[in-house]
Each structure stands twice: as structure tokens, then as C-alpha cells.
């Protein structure tokens, strides 16, 4: 039977004439050992390499704690588990049909990575006995070491071979996943093991017994040396960067700030860390890459706090001009992360190597608790550039002419502010070129950053994944993307549909890569070659892919707008829509980038 409710209530399928479930099958023992774990949902494309599971999950689990929700694609499948854990700290499970399966989800996963969330891939491969194998398919179907794939890009990779050694597995993995720095794991189900019955009494032991570790903590010695550095700078700088979702080490955030008397950055690459209109946060949010401001500051500073900041020295360059390993910058420099516990040889998000004074390998969240356990009762004095404005004091954006002329981010942005005050609304992510005077984040759950692996179709897949983790919050799931990464991404919209999440899906619209275009650009400017021809292989049009008949195809209430009055009212109605429990697009036709 199904629950068909069509309004905001989720869609579950139940399965029917269960009976009394026992524990028989090598794939029983994974689903009993996943039920400890606190999952509430495992997103997948089904598949034949892991239907001893899929059948333990159904008809020995009975589709609950984890719930299943179907995708169209294994890609979409590991980027709502990716946005689920970018909204909640948590893991969710996914499951993935073997090697092509793997094949399909790997940019995901890398995306995923990047973004230190907390996710458990169940793959499967065919028979690892290959006089069980079943001719053809299921020997496409089987690789030797399938980990080998993904391996560069998650925290750790199993392939158990007996029921004993897959609850030791999936208690690992649950464990690393959850462990500081977050990350995906993968664990590959063998089909030999999963559709074996079972030959003896198999244990499952209390997941509380293999809970990760608490978070590292600075020691005494390393606070007090960064106090010591706080209380003689005149004027410091705290970048807040990748941080919790956890209101109340949020709190602790403002908290020291203040007792420190110290200015605040944050950036739009981040999730937000700290109140943007907080009179400490004296800039806009920054976007991109610092623009002069952000520079301006930075050259002031005498001492930088840097929480978790992603590229310090990356950043540090674009505001000094200074390479930062020939050339330092000449502020103290203090760096708290648990980031190098990730590096590797492979994958060099590592960035650059930044000139550090005093480098702490702690949980940001836990050196602010430390270090505010020290100034609360001693609060050091107010620090700020002289003569700074703050970033809210003036017009954010100044309000359209008219009505005419076409359309371009600025007014989504416009439209954006408008439509929003007074609401309680997450931005899952915002489109390139977003402007930062148009981000007043005032809690954790605010903003959940850009796309870390610096991917294109991961969006639409994040924002169903927000929408599931915050469907009984209160809060309206926005996603403002643009028009590739929606296309990209789209049939991720179906899951979110048939579980009935709201939300609501911008689409800025230029009929382009546009991106690639500005770089196609540079190219010509730098070799003196016909800048005309920049658009060629870069427009998406001719014909022009029909966003809001996509939309529609997946269950979703659509617009389209080309006027600025059109924009502002799409955007209160999508708003209004998604808070009655609906979901919505609206594609916005912009012009430019």
C-alpha cells in the first residue's frame, strides 16, 4: 500500500504482510546493523548488485529508520545526502548500483569531500566467487577493488567479506564519517555476502559503543599563547569560516567576537558562521574573492584568527598581492583547523601553504569555547578600523529606475530581499556573481554555502537534500541557481516531489556558460584574437531548453519572468507556495553573468 497524500505530507511506501521478521540472510545482518546507526533516510537508484539489500531494507527493516528515497540518477542520489548533511552535521545513507553505479555518483562524492559532509555510500559488486557469477551482466558488474575508484576522495573504504566483518564495517564507517573533519565513506557489498543465508548467530552490538570520538580541543598552553597575541593587537581580524550548524555554538561565536572586540569576515563560499549584520561584521559578506574592502582590511590588520578559513593563503594573496610563502603577510597569523587530517597526494584542495604563526590542529568550535572561557570575564576593548562604516549604515542595493530593460542577478537579488524579510529562509546555495550586500544572514541555518568541489549540476540534488533534513522546521528551502547547474541537475527534482518536501528553486537564466564565455574572453584579450567570438560553444539556445517544462515533468509548480514587477511577484508567490508546502521554480531571464 502507499500513503498518497498529496499536500505537505511525505510520501511513504509501505510494505504489506511482513510477519514476523527474523534475521536470516547475510544482507538481514547489514539492514539490522545500519537500524542502530539513527539514519533516517537512504537515498538510491536500485539496482541488481544490491538487491539482497534493497529486499532487507523492505521486507526486514519495513522501508523505516532508514527510509528509502528514489532517485533518478546515483549523481542525485549522494548530492541530497550531501545537502541533508550540509543542513544537519549528520550523516545520511545512500546506495549506489555497482562499478557504473560508483561510476555515475564519483563527481558527487568528490563534491562531497571537498564540502567535509558526513555521508555512508552502500555499492555492491557482483559475486567475488566467480564460479557464482551469473553470465555477462554480473561480470561487468564486478571489479576487484571498486573502492579503488573513489578512493582519493573519501575518508575510508571497506569491502567486507562475512556477516561478522560487515557489522564491524558499517560501524567503522558510521564512525568515520561522523569523526571531524567530516566525509563520505563507502562500503561495497559483496552479492555473495548479502544473499547468503545465514550459517550462525550473528551479534549486533550497541552503536553507542563505536560513537566517534569527541571533537580535539586546543590544549591550555595553545589558548593562552593566542590570548597572549589577541591582547596586543590593535586591530584584529577574525575569519570565520567553515563552521557548525549548532545554534549555540553559534552564540559562542558572537560571544567571542565580542569579548575581543574583533572584526568579523565571513564569506559566501561558507555556510554562515556569524550574524552579517552584526555590528562587528563591518563588511558585506564576501563573495567569490575579496573585493577591495575586504583588502583594505586585511592590510590593516595586525593579527588574523583564521576558523577553518577555506585557502587562507589563497585569500591572504588576492587582498596583499603577496605570494604568501615568498612573501608572508606581515600580520600575526593564527590558523585553527582539523583540515590537514585530509590531505593527500591526489586531490589538492589542500590549497596553498599558508605562512602560519600559531597552528592549531583543533574543531574551530571547540578552540571558540576554550578561548571564550578565558576573555568572557575579561572582555578586551572594541578594535575596529578607524572611520569604517559599517556595510548596512547605506543603501545595500540601490532600488531599480524602472521597470524597463532587462534583467540580471542584481534584481534577483532585489527581488530576493523583498520577498524574503520577515520570512524564515535557508539559502541552500546562491549562482555565481552573488552579490554579498544582498546576504543579512542572522542564523546558522541562514546560508549552507557554494559548491565545494567547484562542480556543476549538484544544486538542484543539495537543495532537495536541505529540503528533506528541514521539512518540519518551519524554515522555506530556496536554492537560486543558474540555469547549467539546474539543467544538469534537474530530474533530482522528482525525489523532492514524490516525497512531497517544499521548497523553492530559482533558475538565473542567460542561455549560457556564461562563465566560460568571460574566460573565452581573456583568452582572446590576452592573444590578441576577434573577442566576438566568445559566445561560440558556450550558448545554451537554438533551441532553448524549456527550464519551467522541466520543472513541470518532475512534479513542480513553474513560472517565468523577463520583467522586474514579474520578478517580485514570482518570487513572493514561489515563496507563499513553498511555505504552504508546495514546491516552485521560477526562472529568472537575465542578462550577463
Request: glycine share 8%; charged share 20%; net charge negative.
Amino acid at each position: 500500500m502507499k500513503d498518497d497524500n498529496t499536500g505537505a505530507q511525505s510520501h511513504h511506501d509501505v510494505p504489506v504482510n511482513l510477519g514476523n521478521r527474523r534475521m536470516e540472510w547475510g544482507s538481514d545482518v547489514i539492514a539490522e546493523t545500519v537500524r542502530t546507526l539513527d539514519l533516517e533516510y537512504i537515498a538510491l537508484v536500485p539496482g541488481a548488485s544490491y538487491r539482497g539489500f534493497h529486499d532487507s531494507l523492505v521486507n526486514y527493516l519495513g522501508n523505516s529508520a532508514p527510509r528509502m528515497v528514489v532517485c533518478l540518477h546515483e549523481e542525485h542520489a549522494v548530492a541530497i545526502a550531501d545537502g541533508y548533511g550540509k543542513a544537519t552535521d549528520r550523516p545520511m545513507a545512500a546506495a549506489i548500483h555497482s562499478n557504473v553505479g560508483l561510476m555515475h555518483a564519483s563527481m558527487a562524492i568528490f563534491n562531497a569531500w571537498c564540502g567535509r559532509s558526513p555521508i555512508i555510500i552502500f555499492g555492491a559488486t557482483g559475486h567475488v566467487d566467480a564460479h557464482k557469477r551469473r553470465p555477462w551482466i554480473e561480470w561487468l558488474h564486478t571489479s576487484k577493488d571498486q573502492g579503488a575508484l573513489i578512493r582519493d576522495y573519501v575518508k575510508w573504504d571497506d569491502q567486507p567479506a562475512s556477516p561478522e566483518a560487515a557489522v564491524e564495517s558499517v560501524l567503522r564507517g558510521n564512525q568515520v564519517a561522523r569523526t571531524l573533519p567530516y566525509g563520505p565513506v563507502y562500503i561495497c557489498l559483496d552479492v555473495g555476502l548479502q544473499e547468503a543465508p545465514l550459517a550462525r548467530p550473528v551479534q549486533i552490538p550497541p552503536a553507542a559503543r563505536f560513537a566517534p570520538p569527541s571533537p580535539p580541543a586546543p590544549s591550555n598552553e595553545v589558548i593562552a599563547s593566542v590570548r597572549a597575541a589577541l591582547q596586543k593587537a590593535k586591530v584584529p581580524v577574525i575569519l570565520m569560516g567553515r563552521m557548525s550548524r549548532d545554534p549555540e555554538a553559534w552564540d559562542r561565536r558572537v560571544k567571542l567576537a565580542e569579548a575581543l572586540g574583533a572584526t568579523v569576515i565571513t564569506s559566501l563560499h561558507n555556510s554562515a558562521a556569524f550574524p552579517s549584520a552584526h555590528p562587528l561584521h563591518i563588511l558585506p559578506v564576501c563573495g567569490e574573492r575579496p573585493d577591495k574592502a575586504d583588502a583594505a582590511l586585511i592590510n590593516q590588520a595586525d593579527l588574523i584568527l583564521s576558523l577553518d578559513w577555506l585557502d587562507l593563503a589563497g585569500f591572504l594573496r588576492q587582498c596583499t598581492e603577496e605570494s604568501q610563502t615568498q612573501k608572508p603577510i606581515d600580520a600575526t597569523v593564527i590558523h585553527v583547523s582539523l583540515d590537514s587530517y585530509l590531505f593527500n597526494g591526489w586531490a589538492l584542495f589542500n590549497q596553498a601553504l599558508a605562512a602560519v604563526d600559531i597552528n592549531v590542529l583543533a574543531d574551530p568550535d571547540a578552540f571558540v569555547s576554550a578561548l571564550l572561557d578565558t576573555v568572557k570575564d575579561a572582555p578586551m576593548p572594541r578594535r575596529l578600523p578607524a572611520g569604517q562604516r559599517h556595510w548596512m549604515d547605506g543603501e545595500r542595493i540601490a532600488p531599480r529606475k524602472s521597470d524597463a530593460g532587462p534583467l540580471t542577478k542584481l534584481d534577483i537579488a532585489r527581488a530576493y530581499m523583498k520577498a524574503s524579510e520577515g520570512r524564515e529562509v535557508t539559502v541552500t546555495r546562491t549562482c555565481l556573481g552573488w552579490p554579498g550586500i544582498a546576504s543579512n544572514f542572522t542564523h546558522p541555518l541562514a546560508y549552507l554555502g557554494k559548491d565545494a568541489g567547484g562542480a556543476v549540476g549538484n544544486g538542484p540534488g543539495h537543495t532537495v537534500g536541505v529540503a528533506l533534513a528541514l521539512k518540519d522546521s518551519g524554515r522555506i528551502v530556496l536554492g537560486i541557481l543558474g540555469d547549467g547547474d539546474y539543467l544538469m541537475g534537474v530530474s533530482a527534482l522528482w525525489s523532492a516531489a514524490r516525497m512531497r518536501l517544499p521548497m523553492m528553486i530559482v533558475v538565473a537564466n542567460n542561455n549560457s556558460y556564461f562563465n566560460d564565455e568571460v574566460h573565452q574572453e581573456r583568452m582572446a584579450v590576452q592573444r590578441d584574437r576577434p573577442v566576438e567570438n566568445k559566445w561560440i560553444g558556450q550558448r545554451i539556445d537554438d533551441p532553448a531548453p524549456d527550464i519551467c517544462g522541466f520543472a513541470r515533468a518532475q512534479g513542480f509548480e513553474a513560472e517565468s519572468v523577463a520583467t522586474y514587477a514579474d520578478l517580485e511577484r514570482g518570487f513572493a508567490r514561489g515563496l507563499e507556495i513553498a511555505a504552504a508546502g508546495g514546491r516552485f521554480v521560477l526562472e529568472v531571464n537575465i542578462v550577463g553573468g
